[in-house]
């Protein structure tokens, strides 16, 4: 991780969603996700029921 990475708050984040995940996950992962999917929208199912 970069120095200035290691500097970032949730609050830098561009999205809520981008700060839902680094609360989540942490924010190396966040970075990582931002990076390595640029532009890709994803949509997660409200109910686990949706899964089966």
């Not at 995940?21 to 999917?37: H, P, Q, R, S, T």
Request: charged share 25%.
């Amino acid at each position: 991780m970069e120095t200035w990475e290691r500097n970032l708050t949730l609050d830098d984040l561009p999205s809520e969603d981008i700060k839902i995940i680094a609360d989540f996950y942490g924010m190396e992962f966040a970075i990582k996700f931002l990076n390595d999917l640029s532009g890709v929208i994803i949509n997660v199912p409200s109910c686990a029921c949706c899964l089966h």
